[in-house]
């Protein structure tokens, strides 16, 4: 059935071609061979394996048979595609190139830049070790030229190995500018010369570090003015309108003129082979081996220990040396083949005994690598960066944005969908590119990392390294794709303008200072950066006034006099090894008034605290206290008569976490300063919401629990981190900060006296009684009857599928279905109807959150889980086959764990 299989979809693949059809999908072919979607899945991974079959993975995905493909003329790189256009796209000059969109990037971007220069281009020099590829990649920009019409195709490429002239300049001129007849012995005839040949197309000296001084000498005239003599016709001027690319392994500075390459302006560094990414080095062993196939007419397959010798060993001459000792590898696999076969078979003993000498001795990955085991080769999987990748980050912020219009989300839910396509993005930028082949870079990151000091210092913000170096790279990125960017932008500027209207009403003061670190971008570095990367600073900065949120108090000191009040918060802050104070410094004469003031817009920039410490050097207590706007929900303290070693006994004891009451009890004893404590806070009621899944699908549960109620109570209901109260308990400091009524979730955390109401009870119904009694304290009894009929209607397994993820409740409820009945007959028992539904839940979440690449963190590794369940494990990734398939994820062990978990609590 596996062959039919195949069969059947080289048969629709030529009949139809790639086009997105019924008849790809799996579940569509599984039916035509009344075969298990499962079989059908595992199946096609096979052949997926095998580079029999590729895959588009879209929705639904998609397969097609790679013989009838190729067939068509489509050349296959890949054996998974992101899209239809990325399958079908012919690539050109430069894409053909492995690496083109990452270690190449940048040399391509120089070589095109300089070939593209008007009028003629400007001279290039390729400069890296040998084999590296530097005569492919001057060829490549002679086709480069042909293909933007930069040159016409009838122009030539004209190749000079310098090194043949390197003892003898003059028939370096003769061949270079051509002689007249007579010009010397033997020269029984004109010649045009290969500056002549290749007027009106492209000149590749290479090795030109072989030729003498005098040699490079001979090019200066050339290279300034496009003019020459033949050798023996000094009256006659010719002109030859050629482009210039020159090669060398050496260092320019120690082997070619100064004069000379000061008349060379674009120098590109061609990275060595163990400089670049290692799946390049995959994917160029398939292209050699692929190339070598088509040669000798035979399907090559290469042994797990060879393949690995390959990509662990440093082989001399980078990809031509790579290249050569594959030649020979499959020579000697030849020698020793049966000729009657279609097959080549590549063992370790097949490679040429250079490069086993130089394989580690040691190689842990080599241990237990078996030689009879065969892998067929075929390229890596890369999902294809294309350059404008950045305006794909912004056309999924802007899809956020139209569901959020749609279908109104909270805030929270909001900030975490941006989040999760912005975090995507960041991680390209950090893992996936070779961004620092860019020389530019570093002068970006240099002044990103001033701007960014300046604003934040002013803010009393904190940034990490990593993230200036991130916000440099998406600016370089930025920079690099501006005329893309604003052909974009100009479609979208209305829509663009209403979503950011809704951070600004949201959040004005992270967008006041995103817009300030826009406007010194701008002034630094030249970069007009628009409002959807204002969007994404904006954000940035919204994550750390989360940070902020840890530091539960803030401590402030205000003294009369320049510098009195910073002087005396850096020596203490330093004194205790931590920034617990800030300090405002007032001049002598100031008011009361303007004090309170100052203090009141540096209150503005922070955000999250619960205890607000003012020390100040003199003045009534009562007067700056009145003078401070009411914050809701903190308790303020004021202590006059400030010295370095009350503030030292003070901010140690913040430090220590201590109760900041009883701090200044302490502190103030016995001294001349006096204390005024205020407690605002008082514990508000609040109804926790949890997840195991998330922070995000509990903000989903409050907001089908909010929809139920009749009307606004008098209590928060706070989304909360599930991992958190299982690992505090009643510790927590969400029980410091409300009064807890009870919780409400996925799973229980078992907090000791906090009542429990699981998600699936309310679609069962069958908790009513309990809930009816804990909302007593905020319902009469007309609107808990209201509530109960409200959660009947909203509460039912589809609408909080649909409501809790993105993805379409009906086609994966099927499918967690289908979960679901396996668990039950592996188990071989059947689980009760509430486990039931709560693991409804919990897979469709957990497939939401594979998809989006945002599985569930564990706060440490089940090290225990994995060594005495294995078989569970193994149970359940089989299960999930199917799942990882239809939507192209993997199930990780953190998954499994809490599916053991949530098993375990009902059975």
């Excluded at 990392?449 to 990125?477: C, G, P, Q």
């Excluded at 009947?792 to 279905?817: P, Q, R, S, W, Y």
Aim: some cysteine; aromatic content about 8%.
């Amino acid at each position: 059935m596996k062959e039919k299989l195949l069969e059947l979809l080289n048969f629709y693949t030529e009949k139809n071609g790639p086009v997105p059809m019924e008849c790809f999908t799996a579940s569509c072919l599984a039916n035509e061979l009344s075969l298990s979607r499962n079989s059908v899945s595992q199946y096609l991974n096979e052949f997926i394996q095998d580079n029999k079959v590729v895959k588009i993975n879209s929705r639904p995905v998609y397969f097609f048979g790679v013989k009838e493909l190729e067939k068509q003329g489509i050349e296959l790189e890949n054996s998974v595609f992101e899209s239809f256009e990325e399958l079908t796209l012919k690539k050109e000059d430069f894409d053909r190139l492995i690496g083109a969109r990452d270690s190449l990037r940048h040399a391509i971007e120089q070589c095109k830049a300089a070939i593209s220069y008007p009028p003629l281009g400007l001279p290039i020099l390729l400069n890296g070790a040998t084999g590296t590829g530097k005569s492919r990649i001057a060829q490549t920009t002679y086709e480069y030229a042909i293909c933007a019409k930069i040159i016409t195709p009838e122009s030539k490429f004209v190749v000079v190995n310098c090194s043949e002239y390197a003892n003898n300049p003059e028939l370096l001129t003769a061949n270079l500018f051509g002689h007249k007849k007579g010009a010397y012995t033997g020269a029984d005839k004109d010649n045009p010369g290969l500056i002549q040949l290749a007027d009106g197309g492209v000149l590749f000296l290479d090795e030109v570090h072989c030729l003498k001084a005098e040699c490079q000498e001979k090019l200066f005239l050339f290279m300034d003015k496009g003019v020459y003599h033949r050798v023996g016709d000094n009256e006659n001027w010719f002109h030859s309108d050629v482009r210039l690319i020159f090669a060398t392994t050496e260092n320019p500075e120690d082997v070619l003129l100064k004069t000379l390459l000061r008349r060379i302006p674009i120098v590109v560094k061609i990275p060595a082979l163990e400089e670049r990414p290692r799946n390049e080095k995959s994917a160029l062993l398939a292209s050699i081996f692929k190339n070598e196939s088509k040669e000798i007419g035979k399907t090559i397959e290469i042994s797990s220990l060879a393949y690995q010798i390959f990509m662990d060993t440093t082989i001399p001459g980078n990809v031509g040396g790579l290249m050569n000792s594959i030649r020979a590898t499959c020579a000697n696999a030849f020698l020793e083949d049966n000729q009657g076969s279609d097959l080549l078979e590549i063992h370790a003993n097949n490679l040429p005994e250079y490069v086993l000498q130089l394989a580690p001795v040691i190689n842990f990955k080599l241990q237990g690598t078996k030689d009879k085991k065969m892998v067929k080769l075929c390229f890596p999987y890369q999902p294809n960066p294309y350059d404008a990748k950045l305006i794909g980050v912004y056309e999924k912020m802007l899809d956020s944005y139209r569901k959020y219009q749609e279908n109104p989300l909270t805030n929270r839910i909001l900030n975490e969908t941006l989040q999760g396509v912005i975090d995507q993005y960041s991680d390209y930028l950090m893992f996936d590119r070779s961004q620092g082949s860019s020389p530019n870079h570093e002068f970006t990151k240099k002044i990103t990392d001033k701007i960014f000091s300046i604003v934040m210092n002013r803010y009393n913000l904190k940034i990490s390294n990593n993230d200036i170096l991130l916000v440099s790279r998406y600016l370089s990125e930025y920079a690099r794709l501006s005329h893309e960017l604003k052909n974009w932008l100009s479609n979208h500027t209305q829509e663009i303008h209403d979503f950011s209207e809704i951070f600004q009403m949201k959040y004005p003061r992270e967008y006041a200072i995103a817009t300030e670190i826009v406007d010194n971008i701008g002034i630094n570095l030249d970069i007009e950066v628009d409002e959807m990367m204002k969007i994404r600073l904006m954000l940035m900065i919204c994550d750390m006034h989360r940070e902020e949120s840890n530091n539960k108090t803030i401590a402030v000191i205000l003294c009369h006099g320049y510098s009195t009040a910073s002087s005396l918060a850096d020596a203490v802050n330093k004194m205790l090894n931590v920034n617990i104070f800030d300090a405002i410094d007032m001049q002598l004469d100031v008011s009361v008034d303007k004090i309170t003031n100052q203090l009141n817009d540096y209150l503005k920039m922070k955000n999250y605290f619960d205890d607000l410490v003012l020390l100040v050097d003199m003045g009534s207590l009562e007067d700056i206290y009145k003078g401070i706007k009411q914050i809701p929900n903190v308790n303020i303290s004021i202590v006059n008569n400030v010295n370095t070693k009350l503030a030292l006994i003070i901010g140690s004891k913040i430090k220590q976490g201590e109760d900041i009451s009883k701090i200044l009890q302490t502190a103030c004893l016995d001294t001349t300063s006096q204390y005024k404590y205020i407690q605002n806070r008082a514990k508000k009621k609040a109804i926790l919401s949890v997840c195991a899944t998330g922070m995000g699908a509990a903000e989903k549960i409050i907001d089908l629990f909010k929809k139920s109620l009749p009307k606004n109570i008098d209590a928060e209901i706070v989304s909360y981190d599930y991992n958190k109260l299982a690992e505090h308990g009643k510790t927590d400091y969400i029980f410091e900060k409300y009064d807890v009524s009870f919780i409400l979730g996925t799973m229980n955390p078992y907090i000791e006296d906090i009542p429990f109401i699981a998600i699936e009870d309310l679609v069962l119904n069958s908790e009513m009684d309990q809930l009816e009694s804990l909302m007593k304290d905020f319902l009469s009894e007309d609107e808990i009857e209201i509530m109960k009929k409200n959660i009947i209607k909203n509460f039912t397994l589809n609408n909080i599928v649909n409501h809790l993820t993105i993805l379409n409740a009906e086609k994966v409820l099927d499918d967690v279905e289908e979960l679901v009945i396996g668990m039950e007959q592996h188990l071989s028992k059947p689980l009760p109807a509430a486990s039931k539904v709560g693991l409804y839940v919990h897979l469709s979440c957990l497939i939401e959150r594979l998809i989006l690449k945002n599985e569930v963190q564990l706060i440490e590794e089940p090290i225990e889980f994995i060594e005495n369940h294995g078989d569970f494990i193994q149970i359940i990734k089989e299960i999930f086959s199917v799942v990882e398939m239809n939507y192209s994820v993997e199930i990780p062990v953190s998954e499994i764990y809490y599916i053991f978990n949530y098993i375990e609590n009902y059975l």
